[in-house]
């Protein structure tokens, strides 16, 4: 392994190669292991080229991330190898005799060691192309180079242990003297939203291609409710808004929306999800912790505040709702606490380096413990003098949340088999490892500091992905080198906007709404087939993307769509508790150290099963009272306003001609002509529940 | 083809009223094809059965033991019918270890719950990049996708927790069933065959409307999802799920337990032999992968008598039920069994009589399909803490095998979504002993 290791790192020394081509020669799980390894190494290279390989309508001259690079000797020579390195993997891949393994493997080494300057240089594309209306302004160079941190410019210094949070690196790029550059004080002075529309237009004009055109005003209406509320738009909302002639509704429905107490509830439900998982364990009190998290985005208090409260918070579970974050994932020696803060809350994967080196990013083992440290002093105390809590049917175990004066470092055991002391430091900041400094509150302070702290990225990124269904990385849990932004620039801007405003999460929502991306229709238009992600291209958001809904998105839709009137209010304990064990059978945890949970509720023949026939359903399209099957059978209208409404209700869209039809059809049949109320309400039944069953309904487009 | 379903309504009197109601709708047409090709059934089909042993087994005790080291133990090894000895709690399965082999020299370095799981499950390493299929999902996408008379799911999972398709899609994931074979949701409880049929037809015209609209794959896999599931509501196979049917010997041999009434089911909470039990009906009907989860093998302390008392009498009795029922029955050379869990145990024993997690050196027991029975392949050395012989084995070795035995190509080629290839069983070799 350390062979292996220092193979992907180009400091194999010759003997260490004939020492490895004897291993490989000799022992054929070795064999195994090597290729594996240089298979991982191969395949994250290999993705990380096709991340930024141009489309391939774009190849010649207008790719957004290829076309702005300076052709530095570097990048020209990653571009022209790429194919042929492709080649070379796959032969790596299949080869059976260990000798010509060792001899491709390190030929590639030097296109692995060294993230590619194409997909991770903030630099190069901040340079704005030549395209653009202010592209006459003059040039000003180095100007980004004084309002990004340090951190950014620096070269990679492979041996060196770069710190946790490190934002992607790149070798240093030669000046440009030529290119002509935005001011960035006109820029300064966009509105964020302007900003938006700006990178975004600019490149689909580079990768050439045309926007999806607008979404029509239910298509629109429906999703910015299931992004903001967490459940579709009630029937009399949706005739409402379709029928207002206001130009800017849209405007005046996103500042509604922000305004309700749905839009808390739902950005609740989703961190709540994130951070403590639908399934945590008795010592959790799940509802404490969603209403902290509720009262915090109802409240709009900054997102670094809200940080610094998960990770520093002490007291009663019951008490102190944030600090059962932590009790979720302190076992294991704080190892859950410390990836889990790692994964959800700076955007980065950091439990595979608990064990060794991160071959190509700079994240070391040795960062892993360092951060876990800050949380040495951490102890979930069980109150065995207070009764456990009743919450709805579930028993609470009374836990307080301490911090113990512990000094010191902490020890871990390097692949080698070595002990290691690890001090708690982050983000290149060591502090000081004393038993009387709470660490946790340091490491708060640590994370929330900063022009642009990666806890801002990472919030950005996930809000992002959250309303236009893809993030700016591949994987937002994992923002690295080997996972490049699709718009570095435009997700850094952004971020540092987000910390220059206060952390102000509902002027983020609101901005991204208003933007011309979120305007768009979810189909494919006329001339951008090939921004699809499902597939694996890099997102160009010239449309919006498909979503599933969430299982909670789901339930609160089916009531929404069926008994408008009713409460869906996450602080409704009897509404949130049936919610609860309804979206919990759908839920398998494994039993595992990493507290990893999975649903199956994600299009599977149970879910499908469990919304065709269900008890719930069956309950939901039961005509009584105060339903809006009950409602629409007491209208005096015709048949044809029934099933407009029902359409209305479920889609947010009336019924086309061909489905009215039909629905028509299924609801004469199902009349039988002596007793006629029960045979019509059948036929409605029928066709509402053909409507809250399809495809359109589950998915948010 | 004409059983009752579970709501007592038949297949053929659905099938009329889905025909008046809609015939445009795919199910439909999927139905129809079944009953063309209902001939197909009658056929010898090929199948696997992963016996699934959750939490990681301790093999030095069960298949490699160690008699005379210090990592040997408390239990003793005995001869069976094979070439090979195994351990003396395992008695019911000696005397039919002529069919069933066991690779000794497993070394697959994965020894986290998670991170072997994946591996044991999909032959390859787990990898930031791309999500590959279980080998259940291969053998559905290979296999069952060509059954064109099978209406239930060709991966079927009983008591566990499911692995991912993969890049192979939602439509291979495994279908999920608890030992009792209870489907939640399954029938139409009041609604007739005229309503579902009226249902469904509209239903087909909104999703069809939506896909044609053009936004990416989601609308067609939910509407392939719900072909799944109309197709396994209204099929008479489901009958396979319903181990309750067997005759009251048939369970008996399965949990080794003397035989009761119809509807005692078996004590001991041996779900084990009844999963196992249900598994031999669902390859009856056609199923080409079932996984059987069997758990509790975490044994960091207390190993000796928990194996003795609780483990390995249920492990026992279920699969020497199994062999004998399947060798009964003709099948054996049709179905294959592979027996693994995520990694082996540690041969040295904890403070705590317990043994921890290791991959360095343990087995898997394979068997049936054709594949030669009664060896050992391999070996570990006299204290079991590393491979003695010259081969050493990776789950896709053992995959492959399995492949070979159900006659999947070994130079398939999978496309992962970004158009990489990937070799089936991570181009692992079919094991030379065993298919010899």
């Known amino acids: ?701 | 083809m004409n059983l009752p379903t579970p709501d007592g309504m038949s297949r053929r009197h659905f099938m009329r009223h889905l025909a008046t109601a809609a015939a445009t709708i795919p199910t439909m047409q999927f139905i129809s094809h079944v009953q063309a090709n209902a001939a197909d059934l009658k056929k010898r089909q090929k199948a696997c059965i992963l016996m699934w042993m959750s939490g990681g087994p301790p093999t030095i005790d069960i298949w490699d033991l160690k008699p005379g080291s210090k990592n040997g133990g408390d239990f003793k090894p005995i001869a069976t019918k094979g070439d090979l000895q195994i351990s003396e709690h395992m008695p019911k399965t000696a005397m039919v270890m002529d069919n069933l082999s066991v690779i000794r020299a497993m070394s697959t370095r994965e020894a986290d719950h998670n991170r072997g799981r994946y591996y044991m499950h999909t032959a390859y390493v787990p990898n930031p990049t791309v999500v590959h299929p279980s080998f259940g999902s291969v053998v559905s996408y290979e296999v069952g996708a060509k059954r064109s008379a099978l209406e239930i799911p060709a991966y079927i999972s009983i008591g566990g927790g499911g692995t991912s398709p993969g890049f192979l899609g939602m439509a291979h994931s495994p279908f999920l069933v608890d030992s009792t074979g209870r489907i939640n949701n399954a029938d139409m409880g009041n609604v007739t065959a005229d309503r579902l049929g009226q249902r469904l037809s509209m239903l087909s015209l909104v999703e069809d409307n939506f896909i044609k609209s053009n936004r990416g794959e989601y609308g067609q896999a939910h509407k392939d999802i719900y072909g799944k599931a109309v197709n396994l509501m209204t099929s008479a196979q489901m009958e396979a799920f319903q181990v309750e049917k067997e005759s009251p010997e048939t369970l008996a041999m399965y949990s080794g337990e003397p035989a009761q009434g119809r509807g005692m089911m078996m004590g001991g909470g041996n779900n084990f032999g009844r999963s196992l039990l249900m598994a031999r009906r669902l390859v009856e009907a056609g199923v080409p992968f079932v996984e059987v989860d069997f758990g509790g093998w975490d044994l960091h302390q207390n190993v000796f008598q928990t194996l003795r008392d609780q483990r390995l009498p249920a492990l026992d009795a279920g699969i020497a039920g199994l062999i004998t029922d399947l060798k009964q029955r003709g099948m054996y050379d049709d179905v294959t069994l592979v027996w693994m869990g995520e990694f082996g145990r540690t041969p040295r024993i904890n403070q705590d009589i317990g043994r921890d997690h290791w991959a360095a050196s343990w087995s898997v027991a394979i068997g049936g399909g054709g594949l030669r029975g009664g060896v050992a392949v391999g070996e570990t050395d006299k204290d079991g803490t590393s491979i003695a012989s010259s081969q050493s084995y990776l789950p896709g070795d053992v995959w492959a095998t399995v492949a070979h035995a159900m006659g999947i190509p070994l130079d398939t080629v999978h496309t992962s979504k970004r158009g990489r290839p990937m070799k089936i069983a991570n181009g692992g070799t079919a094991i030379k002993e065993l298919i010899g």
């Open chain 1, 1 to 701: 392994m350390r062979l292996c290791e220092a193979v992907c790192e180009d400091r194999l020394s010759a003997a260490d190669a004939e020492r490895l081509e004897h291993l490989l020669v000799e022992h054929r799980e070795w064999r195994a292991l090597y290729l594996g390894y240089l298979d991982l190494h191969g395949t994250l290279h290999w993705d990380q080229g096709g991340s930024v390989a141009p489309p391939p309508m774009v190849v010649s001259d207008s790719n957004p991330l290829l076309d702005q690079v300076p052709p530095t000797p570097s990048s020209v020579a990653t571009t022209s190898h790429r194919v042929p390195w492709r080649k070379q993997l796959i032969s790596t891949v299949m080869a059976v005799a260990a000798i010509v393994v060792v001899m491709v493997g390190i030929r590639l080494i030097p296109w692995s060691a060294a993230p590619s300057p194409i997909a991770t240089s903030p630099d190069s594309v901040a340079v704005t192309p030549p395209s653009t209306d202010v592209a006459d302004e003059p040039v000003v160079k180095n100007v980004p180079e004084v309002r990004r941190p340090v951190r950014l410019d620096g070269p990679v210094v492979a041996e060196t242990n770069k710190p946790l949070a490190a934002v992607p690196t790149s070798p240093i790029l030669p000046p440009e003297p030529d290119r002509p550059v935005v001011a960035d004080a006109e820029r300064a002075r966009w509105s964020t939203v302007e900003l938006i529309n700006h990178e975004l237009r600019t490149s689909w004009e580079l990768s050439d291609i045309q926007p999806s055109p607008r979404a029509d005003d239910g298509e629109w209406l429906r999703r910015v409710w299931l992004d903001l509320a967490g459940f579709i738009p009630p029937v009399d909302v949706v005739q409402d808004f379709l029928a207002d002639r206001n130009a800017d509704k849209r405007t005046v429905m996103i500042d509604r929306l922000l305004d309700q107490p749905s839009y808390a509830d739902n950005l609740a439900t989703i961190w709540s999800r994130m951070l403590i998982g639908r399934r945590p364990g008795p010592q959790v009190d799940r509802m404490a912790f969603n209403e902290y998290l509720r009262d915090s985005f109802e409240g709009n208090r900054g997102w670094d505040q809200v940080v610094a409260e998960l990770v520093s918070a002490e007291g009663l579970n019951s008490e102190r709702g944030e600090t059962n974050f932590l009790i979720a994932h302190l076992n294991n020696e704080a190892v859950p606490a410390t990836a889990i803060t790692a994964r959800v809350l700076l955007g980065q994967q950091i439990q595979c380096t608990q064990c060794h080196n991160h071959p190509f990013s700079d994240t070391r083992q040795a960062a892993f413990w360092e951060f876990n440290s800050f949380f040495q002093q951490t102890s979930a105390v069980q109150m065995t003098d207070r009764p456990a809590m009743q919450r709805g049917g579930e028993s609470i175990v009374p836990v307080r949340l301490e911090n113990r004066p512990i000094g010191g470092p902490i020890y871990y055991e390097t692949l080698t088999g070595l002990m290691r002391a690890a001090f708690p430091r982050y983000d290149g900041t060591e502090i000081a490892p004393d038993s009387d400094v709470n660490r946790r509150r340091e490491l708060a302070r640590l994370l929330t500091t900063g022009e642009r702290p990666q806890i801002a990225v990472s919030f950005v990124n996930r809000v992002w992905q959250h309303l236009l269904g893809r993030a700016f990385t591949a994987i937002p849990d994992d923002i690295g080198p080997h996972n490049p932004p699709s718009h570095p620039r435009l997700l850094n801007e952004l971020s540092e906007r987000f910390v220059a405003g206060g952390y102000n999460v509902r002027q983020l929502i609101r901005d991204i709404c208003l933007s011309e991306p979120y305007q768009l229709t979810s189909r494919f238009g006329e001339g951008n087939a090939l921004d699809n992600p499902e597939v694996g291209e890099v997102p160009l958001f010239s449309r919006v993307y498909v979503k599933p809904m969430t299982a909670e998105q789901i339930h609160d839709s089916l009531l929404t769509a069926t008994r408008p009137g009713e409460s869906i209010q996450l602080g409704d304990l009897d509404h949130s508790q049936r919610r609860t064990r309804w979206v919990d059978r759908f839920i398998v945890s494994f039993d595992t150290e990493e507290n990893d949970e999975a649903s199956t509720f994600d299009g599977t023949i149970t879910q499908a099963l469990t919304l065709m026939n269900g008890p719930f359903m069956e309950e939901l399209l039961e005509p009584r009272a105060g339903t809006l099957l009950s409602d629409v059978l007491r209208e005096p209208g015709s048949d044809v306003d029934r099933l407009r409404r029902l359409s209305l209700a479920a889609l947010a869209r009336p019924p086309r001609p061909e489905e009215l039809q039909a629905m028509r059809k299924v609801v004469r049949t199902s009349a039988p002509r002596t007793a006629r109320e029960p045979g019509q309400e059948r036929g409605y039944q029928d066709v509402f529940w053909a409507l809250l069953n399809s495809n359109e309904f589950s998915l948010v487009h």
